[in-house]
């Protein structure tokens, strides 16, 4: 089926621990994007990228590291979780081809950080 | 920048009882778009409405609809004869012309009440 998958929904790993996220999408969308959901903060985008080796970072990228070698693929990587990175993590999509296009989101990967 | 607030953390409403949710937001740009997303408990982003500040005439979809007022930045969703199925969080966003990222207001929580 065509649309943005994360993987997992749901992980729980400790303080200090590299953590990858997954997101994949089928639209073969240039621009692609990760937020991070908190209570009282709305969405905050973390990094976006805007085709295949190019990435730049959002509002609050620190902790945070993610590479696109593919199209279809945009990972994002904890190096060394902390607390404070306990969230719902967002992936999404464009179509940079239509102007005014809404982002197309994938259901959220909770992390809980312990 | 691009700045959106959503004033109201909670909002009620009875069921089939009209509804307005407010939004306002700050841009530079020209030329932009503006969303509403809807998050029910299952925490998928489903896009509600779309606006494109070229456009004078409000945007509708079925009970939901909007008034766009340019002048006073100002973006407020309706919605009307509420369901129990709109009960969600809500959140208000914006996209310059030019910018490919999407700001988020930290969203308004919809209670429908029986």
């Known amino acids: 089926d065509a649309g943005i998958t994360q993987s997992p929904r749901y992980k729980i790993t400790e303080t200090g621990r590299q953590v990858t996220l997954m997101c994949h999408q089928t639209w073969s969308h240039s621009y692609m994007f990760w937020y991070r959901q908190d209570l009282g903060h709305g969405l905050r985008l973390i990094y976006y990228s805007a085709a295949a080796d190019i990435t730049d970072k959002g509002e609050v990228p620190d902790g945070y590291v993610v590479s696109r070698s593919k199209t279809e693929n945009f990972p994002l990587t904890l190096e060394s979780a902390t607390r404070s990175q306990t969230s719902v993590y967002f992936c999404a999509s464009y179509d940079a081809q239509l102007l005014g296009s809404p982002l197309h989101f994938g259901n959220g990967t909770r992390l809980t950080v312990t | 920048a691009q700045t959106v607030t959503q004033s109201q953390p909670e909002m009620s409403v009875q069921e089939a009882e009209t509804v307005t949710l407010s939004c306002t937001y700050d841009t530079s740009e020209s030329d932009y778009y503006l969303f509403w997303y809807k998050q029910p408990p299952s925490r998928q982003m489903i896009l509600v409405i779309r606006?494109?500040?070229?456009?004078?005439q409000n945007a509708t979809e079925n009970r939901f609809s909007v008034n766009f007022q340019k002048a006073a930045k100002s973006f407020s969703l309706k919605i009307s004869d509420s369901q129990l199925g709109d009960a969600a969080m809500y959140f208000c966003s914006n996209k310059g012309g030019s910018n490919y990222k999407l700001t988020f207001g930290k969203g308004t929580l919809l209670t429908v009440n029986p």
């Open positions: 606006q494109e500040a070229y456009k004078q």
